[in-house]
């Protein structure tokens, strides 16, 4: 039987993106192949490379405006220092914020590169809310924030506004909920949260940023050079971006971001209300930075542990224990997760609540 995935990644893929991919490994495009086998340099793997990065843009909103998308390997933790390599000037500064764990991780790679201004931190408080009112120091050369802060389920519903380039790392919420894009200078994301399998990272990047920061960048490490080459500087991850592709024609079918947001919008209120009226549970995070893409929770009992525990596993829910420094619960809720499954987990904790 099919599980209801709650895993914050590798995560829950739509059915359909499944089914084709598994097709598209027996035999890629009625070719006599798989796309395990193909060349990346074949026709029909070029126009998979080329229709994703178009469909990347055009799902942003961001075709015509001056940005490239690229699909890169080495996960979102190699942009944690392709972003200060390409950006950061030598006895430059870069500015971040540190609202999460891989936040907190991305400033330790910037370290290397020059001064790293944190402008603010919810460190103190396990990163339980979103820092806000900020000052961002009008000479850094970017600011970098995070999105969605995965593990402790928090999310920044606005953004700064700033005349210093705009990074932002959105593994976990990208593609499910629709904001003005055009605001960031970078947007990264790992495939395996929200779009695709692991192994490729979408880097979107606003040409016009790059190349002003006088350093000699090894050729991998060089956005430009990855623009140059149409994302195939080197072999591809050919298989992440194909099912990526998938994905993303998926959310253009469901009406693009606006349409998928919606529903986002219906589960996270659906999970979130249960938390609330149901007195075994609590949230884990501050109610105004809730995300909507991981929702962490905790039994307000620990007693109950094992008896829910139990209850869910038996309803066919899989990856729901939280992220050991939060401990509690996690339930991921990205874009292919459909609404009944979140039903059968609020069902469980209903149960839960008539069996204590
Ligand atoms: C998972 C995650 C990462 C790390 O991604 P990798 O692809 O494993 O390097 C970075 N940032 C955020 C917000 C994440 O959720």
Redesign the pocket.
């Known amino acids: 039987m099919k599980k209801h995935n709650y895993s914050?990644?590798p995560c829950i893929l739509p059915q359909e993106v499944f089914d084709k991919s598994a097709q598209a490994i027996l035999d890629f495009n009625n070719s006599g192949l798989s796309i395990l086998e193909i060349s990346h340099r074949s026709k029909d793997f070029v126009a998979v490379m080329d229709e994703a990065r178009a469909l990347v843009l055009n799902l942003l909103g961001l075709e015509g405006k001056g940005y490239q998308a690229l699909f890169l390997a080495?996960?979102?933790?190699?942009?944690?220092l392709m972003v200060p390599y390409n950006l950061m000037k030598e006895n430059g500064k870069a500015a971040y914020l540190d609202s999460?764990?891989?936040?907190s991780?991305?400033i330790k790679e910037a370290k290397l590169f020059g001064e790293t201004v944190i402008v603010a931190s919810s460190k103190e408080d396990n990163y339980t809310y979103i820092p806000k009112g900020y000052e961002i120091p009008a000479d850094a050369d970017y600011f970098h924030c995070?999105?969605?802060?995965?593990?402790f389920g928090t999310q920044m519903k606005t953004f700064p506004k700033t005349n210093v380039p705009l990074v932002c790392?959105?593994?976990?919420?990208i593609f499910s909920r629709d904001i003005d894009f055009s605001q960031f200078d970078i947007i990264y994301?790992?495939?395996?949260?929200n779009m695709g399998p692991?192994g490729t990272?979408l880097v979107v990047i606003k040409e016009e940023i790059l190349g002003k920061n006088g350093r000699t960048i090894p050729s991998m490490l060089d956005y430009a050079k990855h623009i140059k080459a149409e994302s195939m500087f080197n072999t591809p991850p050919v298989f992440s971006v194909y099912a990526s592709l998938l994905t993303l024609k998926w959310i253009k079918e469901k009406g693009g971001i606006p349409a998928v947001e919606k529903l986002n919008n219906a589960k996270a209120e659906l999970l979130y209300n249960e938390i609330d009226r149901n007195p075994l549970f609590k949230g884990a995070a501050n109610v105004e930075d809730r995300s909507n893409m991981?929702v962490t929770f905790l039994l307000t009992n620990p007693e109950h542990a094992e008896t829910f525990d139990k209850m869910w596993k038996e309803a066919g829910v899989s990856g729901l224990p939280g992220h050991r420094s939060v401990g509690g619960y996690r339930a991921s809720i990205y874009n292919a997760m459909p609404i009944e499954s979140v039903q059968v987990l609020v069902d469980v904790m209903q149960a839960l609540e008539k069996a204590i």
């Open positions: 914050a990644g080495g996960g979102a933790s190699l942009e944690f999460g764990t891989w936040a991780a991305a995070t999105s969605n802060n995965t593990i790392d959105m593994s976990s919420d994301a790992g495939a395996q949260k692991a990272t991981n």
